[in-house]
């Protein structure tokens, strides 16, 4: 997959001459991408029809008869096949919507369809346009662009997180899947992928129509990655429902869910006021103490949820009260204390955890894993995230998606201790919690790479500067009485 990163990237220079930026041409690349891989998946776009100046239109979409022309006609095809693919009532229609061809030259346009034309894309055993677009928004990134973690999560924590959840749809003829923050789909389609590996791809003829387009819900606030998310699991046989909008300042519209599995976007300033929700017990400008709130109006009685969630976000503004209030309402029976660096390159400082609960059951006891103390910090070169980080958390966790199993205290020297309520209580709700000596503050030789050290202080100065700005409002306010 690097190498195809690197060989569509490469010919971003060239496009940014013909007027396409580093947005425009991840965009463009997913429409291609979307169109090659329909005919590699067997989706017929031979024939499709739409309404033009009061007549109908059939117009052939598919990808072989585009890869063929040339010219001005190959820019009159694409421009072609993004209205007509714009104009369905389907799915199809919701995955373009609003797609405007931004290619001038023919012969740049060319030389990208001979690029995705030579790799055979649904063979690779990963989630080719997220992996590619990640790539793509990565060097984007480090060309000075901001932004692009926002779509993210690493997969291999998405799968550890899928493998506690167990987001079984086979379950109850009702149950749904929901990630109110999704970005480009990645928990949805790994909980996908998960079904599909348990069941060996073969669901039962009752539960297939079902699972295909009354189970996925998510929700974006921006256009690009809800495009993304659509194609994704639009090709992997789905169709899902991903609204388009603000999960936390529109009104609840009253659909609950059985599983909630998603990581609200970083950074603890909302739209600098509350949203005005009746649902919403405390009220809190910090937009991911919202999300908790979100997630505890959307979860079915029963259901369960797991957040990412980074470690100010325990502490900081109203989290006591909103933790005191989720703890109240919710069974919150484990936390994972991610890596250092587990968000690298996007937000590399950024200390972050996961938090599982079931809603309806209040907590007795919290059991906290820390898999960052003494342990070094993910980077992308020497010590990438792998799938081993996670599997003694996953084995503590046990089968029992509600976090019911059996468990085992594993004292001050182990990773795994439980600690109750009134404990929690007593520390005034914070679930920062840490009882390892670290070590690397004692060993000058084990100390963090650098570049972290500092991302880590910028994090910490930014979480400052949220608070100081909080208490400049209230005093502003308050003048203005």
Not at 39 to 61: A, H, P, W
Not at 63 to 77: C, H, I, M, Q, R
Not at 306 to 328: H, K, R, S, T
């Amino acid at each position: 997959m690097s190498d195809v990163v690197g060989k569509l990237w490469g010919f971003c220079h060239t496009l940014r001459h013909d007027g396409i930026d580093y947005g425009d041409y991840i965009e463009q690349l997913t429409y291609l991408l979307f169109l090659k891989m329909s005919q590699e998946k067997g989706i017929d776009l031979s024939s499709i029809t739409y309404e033009e100046n009061k007549r109908m239109v059939t117009f052939d979409c598919s990808w072989n008869p585009f890869v063929e022309k040339s010219g001005t006609e190959l820019l009159d095809a694409f421009a072609h096949i993004l209205r007509a693919l714009s104009r369905q009532s389907d799915l199809l229609g919701d995955i373009f919507a609003q797609a405007m061809p931004r290619f001038t030259n023919p012969v740049n346009l060319k030389k990208i369809i001979n690029m995705i034309d030579e790799e055979d894309w649904s063979s690779m055993e990963v989630d080719v346009k997220g992996a590619a677009f990640e790539g793509l928004l990565e060097k984007s990134a480090a060309e000075g662009k901001k932004g692009a973690g926002q779509y993210f999560t690493p997969r291999v924590l998405i799968q550890s997180v899928v493998n506690v959840m167990q987001p079984d749809p086979r379950s109850s003829k009702e149950f749904t899947i929901c990630d109110p923050a999704c970005g480009t789909a990645g928990f949805l389609m790994v909980a996908y992928e998960w079904l599909m590996h348990i069941t060996k791809g073969a669901l039962e003829r009752k539960d297939v129509l079902r699972i295909k387009k009354q189970t996925f819900y998510g929700q974006e606030l921006v256009p690009r990655p809800r495009r993304l998310a659509l194609m994704n699991l639009f090709l992997h046989g789905l169709e899902p429902t991903i609204y388009m909008g603000d999960s936390i300042y529109e009104p609840d519209r009253g659909e609950r869910y059985d599983c909630i599995l998603t990581n609200p976007p970083f950074g603890t300033k909302g739209a600098n006021q509350a949203p005005v929700r009746d649902d919403f017990t405390v009220s809190t400008s910090n937009k991911q103490l919202n999300f908790i709130q979100h997630v505890m109006t959307i979860l079915k009685p029963g259901g369960r949820a797991a957040m990412v969630l980074p470690d100010n976000v325990l502490f900081a503004d109203a989290a006591g009260d909103v933790i005191q209030y989720l703890m109240e309402d919710c069974n919150v029976h484990t936390l994972l204390r991610l890596p250092n660096g587990t968000f690298t390159p996007y937000s590399q400082g950024v200390k972050a955890n996961v938090i599982f609960f079931q809603k309806g059951i209040k907590t007795e006891n919290t059991w906290i894993y820390d898999c960052r103390t003494n342990i070094p910090g993910v980077t992308k070169k020497d010590r990438p995230l792998t799938p081993d980080m996670f599997t003694d958390f996953e084995t503590c966790y046990g089968n029992d998606p509600n976090g019911r199993a059996e468990r085992k205290d594993q004292g001050e020297d182990g990773r795994f201790r439980q600690f109750s309520f009134s404990h929690i209580k007593e520390r005034h709700f914070n679930l920062d919690i840490s009882w390892l000596k670290n070590g690397n503050q004692e060993d000058p030789n084990s100390l963090p790479e650098p570049q972290l050290l500092v991302a880590e202080a910028i994090t910490e100065l930014s979480a400052c500067v949220d608070e100081l700005q909080l208490i400049l409002d209230v005093i502003e306010a308050e003048e203005l009485e």
